[in-house]
T-cell receptor, first 113, second 111 residues
């Protein structure tokens, strides 16, 4: 089965700083890739997804992610973070072979005003 | 259109007790999933279903059973609860593009 690694457990940034969260996965087959966000006390919401085509995908709230197939990576970026981006971010991979979905351990982002 | 709902929202069990968590979706999705979320471990897949009458094991299936008798419902059962099953449980259903829609979660404590 596939697995997902998120490199940073906790990231602390000041407002207007740039953000990059790392995500690597291991799986030899065809996958779809996702980033989800979980605001405090809420359930997960989809930020963006990659299925095929342009490896640079744009999501909600100014987030984007780049799929680099050769590196099995799907890093999340935002040029300028806001205090309201404080949340936990999860990378996820679904195998198109068996529909098995796996999440990374998550990265907690704290944005200081 | 309620999306994905979960009942109950909270539950406290004693070790050895059993319970069933209910997940319901009104989006006509084929695929449904049960996860548990623990601090520092993200979401871990317990079981999932790709259609009515079918289920499959995920990453951490031991101690849990599931049933999908109706397309809109996915039940997660704990036959004999253990403290290690204290967690927040999330159900999700998936559109044809595998975008998962999550329920609000069930916080379970096993004493």
């Amino acid at each position: 089965a596939q697995s997902v690694s998120q490199h940073n457990h906790h990231v602390i940034l000041s407002e207007a700083a740039s953000l990059e969260l790392g995500c690597n996965y291991s799986y030899g087959g065809t996958v779809n890739l996702f980033w989800y966000v979980q605001y405090p006390g809420q359930h997960l919401q989809l930020l963006l997804k990659y299925f095929s085509g342009d490896p640079l995908v744009k999501g909600i709230k100014g987030f984007e992610a780049e799929f680099i197939k050769s590196k099995f990576s799907f890093n999340l970026r935002k040029p300028s973070v806001q205090w309201s981006d404080t949340a936990e971010y999860f990378c996820a991979v679904i195998s198109l072979n068996n529909n098995d979905m796996r999440f990374g351990a998550g990265t907690r982002l704290t944005v200081k005003p | 259109n309620a999306g994905v709902t979960q009942t109950p929202k909270f539950r406290v069990l004693k070790t050895g007790q059993s319970m069933t968590l209910l997940c319901a979706q009104d989006m006509n999705h084929e695929y449904m999933y049960w996860y548990r979320q623990d601090p520092g471990m993200g979401l871990r897949l317990i079981h999932y279903s790709v259609g009515e009458g079918t289920t499959a094991k995920g990453e951490v299936p031991d101690g849990y059973n599931v049933s999908r008798l109706k397309k809109q419902n996915f039940l997660l059962g704990l036959e004999s609860a253990a403290p290690s099953q204290t967690s927040v449980y999330f159900c999700a259903s998936t559109s044809s593009w595998f975008e998962q829609f999550f329920g609000p979660g069930t916080r379970l404590t096993v004493l």
